[in-house]
């Protein structure tokens, strides 16, 4: 990739596809289990990210949506795209009796040649407009969830930057193999929030 001709491009999102899976895959594995880029893993956690049957599961998923920054031929937005992935993001909107109670953020990766670019800032801000526009519907300030791996401070410190805040959840590393291996033993999921008026 010429990240020189990539890196001042606008930045445009559409909704995931079976035939992403591929790319998606290639992606979030290569952005967090590899050494490029400064959001990797790669230290904590080895082992695969994701599978194609988990990336399948959520593009099928009536309330989980997977969105992706396509690469064009010239960067536009209606140009032919070249099959390779820029960035992707995926909502979850948590439901309760029907009523969307709030969102989870996740699977959130940006090229490692295009991180520190503004791309990121972006790609979150878009989601987090999506995910409010879909909870305003309760009449409630919209709650936006996610969670980081510990050990992670200068993660921790982007998040905070953009207004989520720790909430005191956590839970062990699942050590299932389903996500990747953890390199220690006292790694854990932490929860963060972001409470937002629509």
Known sequence: MDSNTTKNRPVFLRQARRADIAALEQLLNRCYRETAGWTNEADLVGGIRT???ELAG?????THYLFVYPKTTTGARDDAETGELL???AVDIKTDDNVAICAYIGMFAVHPELQGCGVGNE???AAETFATRHLADNGQPSRLT???LSHRPELLAYYQRRGYQLNGNKMPFPDDGNNGEPKRQDLELLELEKVVSA
């Open 146 to 148: 996610m969670s980081i």
């Open 87 to 89: 960035g992707c993001i």
């Open 58 to 62: 959520v593009i099928d998923h009536p």
């Open 51 to 53: 599978t194609a049957d």
């Open 123 to 125: 790609i979150l801000q």
